[in-house]
């Protein structure tokens, strides 16, 4: 089965620029979303079609996908923007969700 | 604006049938312009997909779950619903129910913009 591998975690200071990564074979010919989620929370979805933002998610989160491996982008980091991130992909007609990535702002 | 709630017992015996229910607000089920999904996370850990469906097209299901899991949609209530048979410790979870759109006309390929809150799920006897 498909599958899809992010850092367990990734730490930034605030206002600096945090990249989370999402590897899978040829992921780069899917398309990958990423979903932002705080403790006892629901998924937000931030990123999807790789690059696309969803009304209402500030311009500081983007979105690439090429080769093998997807990369959610923060630009000026906010305490606010910390929590579990996860990728997602469709693959053989499934949908695959990444491990997650917990980033935390120090 | 959809809305999306999660119902059904928090508490099922092992071996027995998990039965939830969403109940969507402020859009149609029966739209083709959305898809109907459920995801599960078990306590301190990631998401897993069980799910989804667009009205009256195919269903779609994790593999690993295809055998015991069932969707199913009441128009008429404007709802739709999850069946998980013979559950086992492994399936205590919180359960979202999601809704979301896809890419392309005629494909599965989406995303999930819309979730409900979860409902936590135990299985004990």
């Known amino acids: 089965s498909y599958e899809l591998t992010q850092p367990t975690s990734v730490s930034v200071s605030p206002g600096q620029t945090a990249s989370i990564t999402c590897s899978g074979d040829?992921?780069?010919?899917?398309?990958a979303c990423w979903y932002h989620q705080k403790p006892g929370q629901s998924p937000i979805l931030v990123i999807y079609q790789d690059r696309q933002r969803p009304s209402g998610i500030p311009e500081r989160f983007s979105g690439s996908n090429s080769g093998n491996t997807a990369t959610l982008i923060i630009s000026g980091t906010q305490a606010l923007d910390e929590g579990d991130y996860y990728c997602q992909a469709w693959d053989s007609s499934t949908v695959v969700f990444g491990g997650g990535t917990k980033l935390t702002v120090l | 604006q959809l809305q999306l709630q999660e119902s059904g017992p928090g508490l099922v015996k092992p071996s027995e049938t998990l039965s939830l229910t969403c109940t969507v607000s402020?859009?149609?089920?029966?739209?083709?312009?959305?898809?109907w999904g459920w995801i599960r996370q078990p306590p301190g850990e990631g998401l897993e997909y069980i799910g989804s469906?667009?009205?009256?097209?195919?269903?779609y299901y994790s593999p690993s779950l295809k055998s015991r899991a069932t969707l199913s949609v009441d128009t008429s209530k404007n709802q739709f619903s999850l069946k998980l048979s013979s559950v086992t410790a492994a399936d205590a979870a919180v359960y979202f129910c999601a809704s979301g759109f896809r890419y392309y006309y005629d494909s599965s390929d989406g995303a999930f913009d819309i979730w409900g809150q979860g409902t936590l799920v135990t299985v004990s006897s």
């Open positions: 040829k992921l780069g010919d899917k398309h």
């Open positions: 469906l667009y009205y009256s097209e195919r269903t």
């Open positions: 402020g859009g149609s089920i029966s739209s083709s312009s959305y898809s």
